[in-house]
């Protein structure tokens, strides 16, 4: 009589405490690898070669091309926080309150946290891109191959115009979100501009601006660091560049979304302790 | 392939295996490369042919075995030595993988910019590289207007534009072998 192989009666299982802890290990190793990335994009500053044009091309790329996105959306920011508040304070009659809401909102969350944001959905993604595609055709290996550290080339020009030009988009969003804000006010509220002007300015406390631009350059590296990570681990060939362009902008969102509630925290803090 | 590596081997693998996740693509591979020896390794697609040639210029480390490169152990330097050491060494990679974003007379000049020789004698050394692979007449081209085989072509002229490359490892598809 033919007699069946006990192991074909045995159910096909999946050890989920196997599968959680290979999850587990792939996502420290992604922690390991992206600390390792950024540490060394920093400590490549600090001996030469260093590659000035690459930082002012992607200062380009990073600060002009963003430009005009990061304008238009600052304008339209202040203008509906000014809709959007207006009817409230209308309603004590305290209008020129306005102003100092428009300004503190802009200047500490919105303006660093929008520009991060869009920065990193245009810049995050095309740096993933870029390395990705650079990776799938062995640019990346002909670049060592040649003698040229891809992290001192690639990534370090990346994170230093990252993280130059993000402070200073941010303070062209806020400014024209305050204009934004300036000019709905008007329309809506007839608040004339010495009064807008006077109070969205005098509301600002040094403390307010150290929050406003700090963060940007925590955003900046964070940026650049990860969309930088996700172009060079790619694999795959072209899907897997698709993939990590994807998961750059989703990544890099989602840290300056975490980082920013901490920064806050301790911004807050140093405010009452330390300006 | 199994062979003795001598004192005066330019190249020597002893004992290497590596392998992926779908298991060892190299098992043990020792063998040896003489100076002006030529060796032609061929395989079938997926048999290891790039890989051995990425350990030789430790752009990969196996996960045993020694590598040894112009008596250099190239599993004891550090991704620093080894940067400057690869400019020794001339590589063409198999699709060419020249920069897409800088014309051919960029891609050739790039090893010189790195090694930061003077301008004017920049093009004069980039024509010569190229009229040597026959491809002088394509200076301002983009990669993406060249065929296949321009591209190794320019490739070639890039690993030999050094004059620090003095050993030369080419790895030809089997369409380009005449």
Redesign the interface.
């Known amino acids: 009589m033919a007699t069946t192989d006990p192991k074909l009666l045995q159910p096909n299982t999946i050890s989920i405490t196997g599968a959680l802890s290979e999850g587990a290990k792939r996502w420290v190793l992604h922690v390991q690898e992206y600390a390792l990335l950024s540490g060394r994009s920093v400590t490549r500053l600090f001996s030469p070669?260093y590659y000035v044009s690459d930082v002012l091309d992607q200062m380009d790329i990073i600060g002009v091309g963003s430009l005009p996105i990061v304008l238009l959306t600052g304008f339209f920011i202040g203008a509906v926080l000014v809709l959007q508040t207006a009817a409230q304070f209308e309603r004590f009659g305290q209008t020129a309150l306005t102003a100092d809401v428009v300004s503190l909102a802009l200047v500490r969350e919105l303006g660093p946290s929008i520009t991060g944001l869009l920065v990193a959905g245009r810049n995050a993604s095309g740096m993933a891109s870029e390395l990705g595609?650079m990776i799938v055709?062995?640019?990346v290996?002909?670049m060592?191959?040649?003698?040229?550290?891809p992290v001192r080339k690639l990534v370090t020009p990346r994170m230093v115009a990252t993280v130059l030009m993000l402070p200073l988009l941010t303070a062209m969003a806020d400014f024209l979100g305050l204009i934004g804000g300036y000019i709905v006010s008007y329309f809506t509220l007839r608040l004339g501009a010495i009064s807008f002007w006077t109070r969205a300015i005098d509301t600002l406390e040094f403390s307010d601006l150290m929050q406003g631009l700090t963060k940007p350059i925590i955003f900046g590296f964070i940026i650049a660091t990860v969309g930088c990570y996700q172009g060079l681990t790619v694999k795959g060939g072209t899907q897997g560049v698709g993939r990590a362009t994807t998961q750059a902008v989703v990544t890099a969102s989602v840290f300056i979304l975490v980082s920013n509630f901490f920064l806050t925290k301790l911004m807050l803090y140093l405010a009452g302790h330390v300006f | 392939m199994s062979e003795t590596a001598t004192s005066e081997s330019v190249l020597s693998l002893e004992n290497v295996s590596i392998g992926f996740d779908k298991g060892n693509v190299l098992d043990g591979l020792s063998f040896s490369v003489a100076p002006r020896e030529t060796k032609i390794l061929i395989g079938e697609s997926g048999s290891g042919k790039t890989l051995i040639l990425?350990l030789a210029?430790g752009?990969i480390q196996p996960d045993s075995g020694t590598v040894q490169m112009l008596g250099h152990d190239l599993g004891r330097m550090s991704?620093?030595e080894l940067?400057?050491?690869?400019?020794n060494?001339g590589?063409v990679?198999?699709?060419g993988?020249?920069?897409?974003s800088l014309t051919v007379a960029e891609n050739v000049a790039?090893?010189l910019r790195?090694e930061r020789v003077k301008e004017e004698d920049i093009e004069p050394r980039v024509r010569e590289s190229l009229r040597f692979v026959e491809m002088e007449d394509t200076l301002e081209k983009l990669p993406a207007e060249l065929s296949g085989g321009m591209k190794r072509r320019v490739s070639i002229a890039?690993a030999l534009v050094?004059r620090h490359a003095w050993f030369s490892m080419i790895l030809l598809r089997r369409a380009s072998i005449r």
């Open positions: 070669p595609s055709t062995e640019q290996d002909a060592r191959a040649m003698g040229t550290d | 990425k210029a752009l991704e620093r940067l400057a050491f690869r400019r060494i590589f990679f198999q699709e993988a020249l920069f897409d790039y090893c790195e890039r050094s």
